[in-house]
């Protein structure tokens, strides 16, 4: 143990020299680094698991109705705050800048149609349901030019930072940044489970529960499925619970994601990471365990408060090893699903699929810009022409992976209403006004520059040259 309190001693007089930093996070890292080296990142007692109850986690279709009144409606409106995180670049899809400025629909971008939502809400019931963008120090400088845009709207739209800290290396354990490496390779937003302390340190915290505010709804800025939701705030605020987890069906493309579970008496978050190795298969199965985290999550302003300020807040810390130019290097993350367990009342919402439509790659983009969807106030919202419940499964290649690159291989985006699947390979180029159904795998030989014609209907094929349209 002597090794880990001098590592611990050694990096506490290294950290304290990092001046590019607040007091607050050079506390919150020794304090995250410290939790890590005492080894509590405990795996759970497989047979203690218990699947929760109903009134855990609450069927979306028993949460009482809203009330007819607008006057009402204003009132539960005028206690919420929406929160989104802001601080992932869009680097998955080859953007530089924040991914909320990738235009999803209609030339209009993840952060036009959040505002657009709420500009609509406002509006409608009179109410001032603020915008809070919590960037990272990688997004915050281009978030800032671009909310200048928004500024003659009917929304106060705060932005504040998450903590920013110090990437470890492997090797000795001390700090990136105080061997030279001062960049931002340097430094590492610690995870969105640092939402609550940094919301705190902010100030911003205080400013609303003082305005009146009682819930903040957070979620991914890039999941279009997370709009706000009446029947959950009403259900919160009568019931006085401290937090609420969206959850969904699993389906067989979201084995990975976390999923709620009663233990000890207690709800909480089991992400893959936790499970014991003979279990994993278990856990992926869709029999066991039925639903899993959509990340959009409700919280009390005042639980928040309390919890932080009793440094109450231990999530499951998230090693995550990286590589900085050959160096092996640490960051340790928390995620703000893992919160519930710590939270009074805390439940789970079993809500529709519709309410998670995260956009991760550009095979995402190409179901969110076809006709499979509709853009209604901001809202996107699914084709009911669209008779099969699931989306469609699209594998796209390499050649796709980055925005530029989707966008100049289709003169349009295809129809694709009744796709089952479509998987494309190689250098594949797409007429205008193409339709797509059943099961379409296109392939282009290798130096070979496939184009499908404008007006193309593809059903049920198998496309392995221009022979085959």
């Not at 929406?82 to 999803?104: A, D, F, H, Q, R």
């Not at 029947?231 to 699993?250: F, S």
């Not at 184009?451 to 085959?468: Q, R, T």
Request: hydrophobic share 40%.
């Amino acid at each position: 143990m002597a090794t880990d309190a001098k590592k611990l001693t050694h990096l506490k007089s290294a950290v304290a020299g990092l001046n590019q930093i607040s007091e607050n996070e050079k506390n919150g890292f020794i304090n995250l680094v410290a939790r890590y080296l005492s080894g509590e990142a405990e795996h759970v007692e497989w047979s203690k698991i218990q699947t929760p109850t109903d009134e855990v986690v609450v069927p979306y279709d028993s949460l009482a109705p809203t009330p007819d009144d607008p006057a009402e409606t204003k009132k539960l409106l005028d206690k919420l705050v929406v929160l989104k995180l802001n601080g992932g670049l869009g680097t998955t899809m080859g953007c530089t800048g924040p991914k909320s400025v990738i235009e999803v629909r209609n030339g209009l971008t993840f952060l036009d149609l959040i505002v657009i939502q709420i500009e609509n809400l406002n509006s409608k019931y009179g109410c001032s349901v603020p915008l809070l963008l919590m960037n990272s120090f990688n997004t915050h400088d281009d978030t800032q030019k671009i909310v200048e845009k928004y500024a003659n709207s009917n929304i106060d739209i705060h932005t504040f930072n998450q903590s920013q800290y110090p990437r470890l290396v492997v090797d000795d354990f001390m700090p990136l940044p105080s061997k030279g490496n001062t960049g931002k390779d340097g430094w590492y937003p610690p995870g969105h489970g640092d939402v609550f302390p940094s919301l705190k340190n902010s100030g911003k915290l205080d400013a609303l529960i003082s305005q009146g505010k009682e819930y903040v709804f957070v979620a991914n800025s890039d999941n279009l499925g997370a709009v706000v939701d009446l029947k959950i705030l009403h259900h919160l605020i009568q019931n006085k619970n401290g937090y609420c987890m969206e959850v969904t069906p699993k389906t067989l493309a979201d084995v990975k994601g976390g999923t709620l579970i009663s233990y000890e008496g207690k709800v909480q978050l089991l992400e893959i990471a936790q499970v014991p190795d003979e279990h994993v298969n278990e856990f992926k199965s869709i029999e066991k365990f039925k639903i899993f985290n959509t990340n959009n999550l409700w919280v009390n302003l005042k639980e928040i408060k309390r919890l932080v300020e009793a440094d109450a807040l231990r999530m499951e810390i998230i090693p995550n090893p990286k590589e900085v130019d050959g160096i092996k290097v640490l960051q340790l993350e928390t995620a703000a699903g893992a919160a519930i367990r710590f939270f009074d009342h805390a439940i789970g919402t079993n809500v529709p699929r519709s309410r998670f439509l995260p956009v991760k790659a550009t095979s995402d983009l190409l179901l969110v810009q076809s006709d499979l969807y509709t853009l209604v106030d901001g809202f996107v919202l699914r084709n009911k022409a669209r008779t099969n419940p699931a989306n469609p499964s699209i594998e796209l290649g390499p050649e796709f992976k980055k925005v530029g690159n989707f966008l100049s291989r289709f003169k349009s985006i295809p129809s694709i209403i009744e796709l089952d699947s479509l998987k494309v390979t190689g250098d594949v180029w797409f007429g205008a006004g193409v339709v797509l159904k059943g099961k379409v795998s296109i392939t282009a030989k290798p130096g070979v520059k496939l184009e499908i014609p404008d007006g193309a209907v593809l059903e049920n094929k198998d496309i392995n040259g221009p022979e085959d349209l």
